[in-house]
C-alpha cells in the first residue's frame, strides 16, 4: 500500500495537482451527499473537513482496526482520499496506524478534546455535586448520558460504586436502543413514533424482555410519573431513571441510578426518584448557561 502511494508521489508534481484537484472535488461531492440542502444556506461545508469525520466516525464505528481500503469503502470515499486523510489525521495524532497489520484506528488522543468538550461545557461543574449526593445518600451508582439520537444515549459521567460496573461501561460508550429505565424515559419524552419505537425495540436485548405493549405501557406510565424503574433489562440490578429538560421541554440528558435489587426495594424508590427529579429539576434550570452542542 505504502509502495504504490511513494510510486504515484514520484510521478512529478503536475500529476500530483491533478490528483489533488480530484480529491478536492471528490471530498466536496461527499459532503454534499451527507449535508442536507437547506445547510449550505448556512454556509459553505468544507468537502475535505467532511470527509475527514466520516474516515473518523468509520473507524469509531469499527470493532477492529481498518486497512484503507475498508475504511474507503464503509465511508464511501475514493481509496486515496481514504488514504490521504488517513495519514494526515495519523500525522496530528487522531488516528493510530499499526505497520504490522497495515490498519488504522482512533487514537487516545481523541480523549483530549472529549475532555475539553465537557470541561467548557460547564455540565460536569453542575452536575457532579448532584450527581455524588444521590449516590452518597441513597448508596447508588449514578450515571449521565446525552441524548444523541432516537433513544440513543452518549455516557457522559459516572459516579459511585453500588455495584461491579461493566469492564465497557466508559466515558464515551454510546448506547443504542430502548433498553432499561433510560430507554424507557428516552421513549416516554423523546421524539420517536410507535414504529419507530417498534423498530428499534426489536433489535435490543434484555435480560427479561417485555413485549412492546408492556414497553409502551411503561413508556405512558413513566411519562405521568416523571421516571422509570426497571428490573428486568440486567439480572439483578434496578435502575431508576429521570429525563433532564430544556425549557421547550426538549429532552437533552438522562440520569440513571443503579444499584443491586436488593438494595433499592420498593420502599426505596420513592424518595430516590424525588431526589433524582429533584437534581434534574436543578440541571434543567442551568441549560441555558451551559454549551451541550
Given at each position: 500500500m505504502v509502495i504504490e502511494?511513494?510510486?504515484?508521489?514520484?510521478?512529478?508534481?503536475a500529476t500530483g495537482a491533478l490528483r489533488a484537484k480530484g480529491v478536492a472535488t471528490e471530498a466536496i461531492i461527499a459532503s454534499r451527499e451527507s449535508v442536507a440542502p437547506g445547510d449550505f444556506d448556512r454556509g459553505k461545508p468544507v468537502g475535505a473537513v467532511v470527509a475527514a469525520v466520516k474516515v473518523l466516525r468509520t473507524l469509531h464505528a469499527s470493532?477492529?482496526?481498518?486497512?484503507?481500503s475498508e475504511v474507503a469503502r464503509v465511508a464511501a470515499?475514493?481509496?486515496?482520499?481514504?488514504?490521504?486523510?488517513?495519514r494526515t489525521l495519523q500525522a496530528e495524532g487522531f488516528v493510530a496506524y499499526d505497520e504490522a497489520t497495515r490498519t488504522y484506528s482512533v487514537s487516545l488522543h481523541i480523549l483530549e478534546i472529549a475532555h475539553?468538550?465537557?470541561?467548557?461545557?460547564?455540565?460536569?461543574?453542575?452536575?457532579?455535586?448532584?450527581?455524588?449526593a444521590v449516590s452518597d445518600t441513597y448508596g447508588v451508582s449514578v450515571y449521565l448520558?446525552?441524548?444523541?439520537?432516537p433513544c440513543s444515549q452518549l455516557l457522559l459521567d459516572w459516579v459511585g460504586a453500588a455495584l461491579r460496573t461493566d469492564l465497557y461501561l466508559t466515558v464515551g460508550r454510546q448506547f443504542p436502543g430502548p433498553r432499561g429505565a433510560s430507554g424507557v424515559?428516552?421513549?416516554?419524552?423523546?421524539?420517536?413514533?410507535?414504529?419507530?419505537?417498534?423498530r428499534l425495540f426489536a433489535q435490543v436485548a434484555?435480560?427479561?424482555?417485555?413485549?412492546?405493549?408492556?414497553f409502551l405501557a411503561r413508556m405512558h406510565e413513566a411519562q405521568k410519573a416523571g421516571f422509570a424503574v426497571d428490573r428486568a433489562s440486567t439480572q439483578g440490578i434496578t435502575q431508576v431513571s429521570v429525563p433532564v429538560l430544556s425549557p421547550s421541554w426538549e429532552l437533552l440528558l438522562v440520569i440513571t441510578a443503579a444499584a443491586h435489587s436488593h438494595d433499592i426495594d420498593s420502599d426505596a424508590v420513592g424518595p430516590l426518584s424525588r431526589a433524582m427529579q429533584s437534581a434534574a429539576a436543578r440541571l434543567s434550570e442551568?441549560?441555558?448557561?451551559?454549551?451541550l452542542g
Open positions: 502511494m511513494d510510486r504515484l508521489h514520484a510521478l512529478g508534481s470493532e477492529r482496526p481498518l486497512n484503507a470515499l475514493h481509496r486515496g482520499t481514504a488514504y490521504n486523510i488517513l475539553g468538550v465537557l470541561r467548557h461545557s460547564g455540565l460536569m461543574d453542575l452536575a457532579r455535586p448532584l450527581m455524588h448520558s446525552k441524548v444523541v439520537g424515559i428516552m421513549a416516554a419524552f423523546g421524539n420517536s413514533s410507535e414504529p419507530e419505537l417498534e434484555w435480560y427479561q424482555k417485555p413485549s412492546f405493549p408492556e442551568s441549560l441555558r448557561l451551559l454549551h
